[in-house]
């Protein structure tokens, strides 16, 4: 009598194959997830800091910091906007961390002449921030004067003075 079919050990192998093969497919697409994120978070910081140098062009000085929730530093996320109405005309909708919630998302604060050690002759200056993402970004660029460090607030941040 000829039987033919697959014996349990040769379906047990084939699941096993199977299974690996998804979990492989699954780690790399959120890995790829991962670094689109990334690249979209870092290419809206680049959006916002061009925004703001015309901006600061134009007035010659940055906007004014106005949010008085989490630390009195405007903030954008899937709830609030960025900078709102601030830089109309330039960016009239600025871009928000969509997967952040609570006080997470972008960060912007614009500080007065000679805080935290800065530079007084070099002007006010602004820093623009990134918090709660949970994620590492190859270019980590970090704000910082003499008395204070962005770099343990954020996860990524810039500034700049105003002359």
């Known amino acids: 009598m000829n039987k033919s079919g697959f014996t349990l050990i040769e379906l047990l192998v084939v699941i096993a194959i199977i299974g690996l093969l998804a979990t492989m497919s699954v780690v790399a697409l959120n ?3 991962d670094k689109a994120m990334i690249s979209r ?3 809206d910081m ?3 800091q061009t925004a703001l140098e015309i901006f600061k062009d134009s007035n010659g ?3 004014v910091s106005s949010d008085a929730s989490c630390g009195g530093w405007d903030f954008g996320n899937q709830v609030n906007q960025l900078l ?3 830089l109309s005309g330039i960016l009239d909708n600025p871009p928000v961390d969509i997967s952040a919630t609570g006080c997470n998302g972008y960060y912007y604060y614009r500080y007065s002449a000679g805080t935290s050690g800065c530079d007084s002759d070099r002007g006010g ?3 623009l921030g990134i918090k709660g993402s949970g994620k590492t970004y190859p270019t980590h660029a970090s704000w910082q004067c003499p008395s204070r460090n962005w770099r343990g607030e954020f996860e ?3 500034g700049a003075f105003e002359n």
């Open 31 to 33: 890995s790829a997830r």
């Open 41 to 43: 978070r870092l290419s």
């Open 46 to 48: 680049r959006q916002i």
């Open 61 to 63: 000085f940055y906007p």
């Open 84 to 86: 709102p109405g601030k």
């Open 125 to 127: 200056f602004f820093v």
């Open 156 to 158: 990524w941040s810039v």
